[in-house]
């Protein structure tokens, strides 16, 4: 009688295929789960949004109010925090808005006789377009205007909406984080008491980890952002191009998404610079975007983020990219902080918290030792 040889098993299944099966559907459940995440985000970007900028007020007048409050009461002190935060806004876009009203008349005749430049300059060498080509193509977008006026104006009306989601989601992540400064760490025992008994310590490091690098990241951002638009600033008013304060803040809050938004932001300065004041200015700012771009990038990210987080370049970009690809501009400016919390978390669950992050103050979110 002729015996058949046993059938493979799973037992006899090489080692490694084994391994990169058990990774295989890992990491499948990890990306379904995912995308149920970005549906459920996707549905909620209000909400998510409000809580995200929440979450950067916190950050920023946290420290301020605990300050405030060995004088004050806490309410006290985070009602003063909260309102003269409120007042500094205020009479910065005031500010903004009354340099702009005092020069529009003089930057409408700037602006004219920059047109009439840039058409010369464009009718000279080297790229000799001829005045024609320049008068049909002013035509062409006359045309369209007209064509399309009533298209436009249904646009602006439908988009008249959004402010309003605007104003709402502003308020809730006012509402919002006047809870988190006040009462933050209460809030975060209360959420961990209602985990498994077992699973609290782990939480408890993993959101100090987390908090620590967000609002190391936050404060460190908002100080290279500001560091960028005085450079900015100062060299637009060298080189005289109007509008700096408009300018000023455009750069500085296009420094909130990394690598791509300052850069963005100073070719428009180009482009008001030339024209304002021609095409040498215009050159000069954007010679500007690399010589910022080598400040920021060799002695304010070394000296202002390095201590909070520690991301290679190269990830910073992909999640700028995936970021802006799946969330548009919020995408972008929530992606290098998404990604640094969630390594700094994982660093700390390996054990290696001293290097996913370092100490960026007394976290908003805090639990017992």
Same mark, same amino acid.
């Given at each position: ?16 295929l ?12 990890l ?7 970005l ?31 060995r004088a ?25 808005g ?77 509402f ?54 005085? @450079?900015? %600033?100062?060299?637009?008013? +060298?080189l005289? $191009? *109007? !509008? =700096? ?18 850069p ?39 000296l ?8 290679h ?12 690809? @799946?969330? %548009?501009?919020?995408?972008? +400016?929530?992606? $290098? *902080? !998404? =990604? ?30």
């Open positions: 009688m002729i015996r058949r040889p046993p059938r493979p098993t799973g037992a006899q299944v090489g080692p490694g084994q391994k990169t099966a058990g990774y295989a559907w890992r990491l499948l459940v990306a379904a789960a995912l995308y149920v995440v549906i459920v985000v996707g549905r909620l970007v209000l909400p998510v949004v409000a809580v995200f900028v929440a979450l950067v007020i916190t950050s920023m007048l946290r420290p301020v109010a605990d300050l405030i409050a004050l009461p806490r309410a006290a002190a985070v009602a003063v925090t909260v309102v003269g935060s409120l007042l500094l806004v205020a009479g910065v876009l005031a500010l903004l009354e340099s702009v009203a005092s020069d529009w008349n003089g930057l409408v005749n700037e602006f004219r006789g920059g047109i009439g430049r840039i058409e010369r300059w464009l009718e000279g060498p080297p790229f000799h377009v001829r005045a024609a080509s320049a008068t049909q193509l002013q035509n062409k977008l006359s045309a369209y205007l007209s064509s399309h006026r009533a298209s436009l104006v249904n646009t602006a009306v439908n988009q008249a909406g959004k402010v309003v989601e605007v104003f709402t989601g502003a308020f809730l992540a006012l919002c984080s006047i809870f988190f400064i006040h009462s933050g760490d209460r809030m975060w025992l209360w959420a961990q008491r209602q985990l498994p008994r077992g699973a609290r310590r782990t939480a408890d490091r993993a959101a100090r980890t987390a908090w620590r690098t967000f609002a190391g990241y936050t404060r460190g951002i908002l100080i290279v952002a500001a560091s960028n638009a005085v @450079l900015v %600033g100062i060299a637009l008013l +060298v005289r $191009v *109007p !509008l =700096v304060a408009p300018l000023v803040v455009l750069e500085f809050f296009a420094t909130l998404i990394p690598l791509i938004g300052s963005i932001a100073m070719v428009i300065a180009a482009v008001v610079a030339l024209a304002a004041r021609g095409p040498v200015t215009a050159v000069i700012v954007l010679a500007l975007i690399v010589v910022i771009g080598q400040i920021e990038g060799h002695v304010l990210h070394p202002v983020l390095s201590w909070a987080v520690r991301i370049p190269v990830a910073v970009a992909l999640s700028v990219i995936a970021g802006g690809i @799946l969330g %548009g501009v919020i995408g972008a +400016v929530v992606a $290098v *902080p !998404l =990604v640094s919390v969630v390594w700094a978390m994982i660093g700390e669950l390996r054990g290696d918290g001293d290097e996913a992050g370092g100490d960026a103050g007394g976290p908003a979110v805090t639990g017992p030792p």
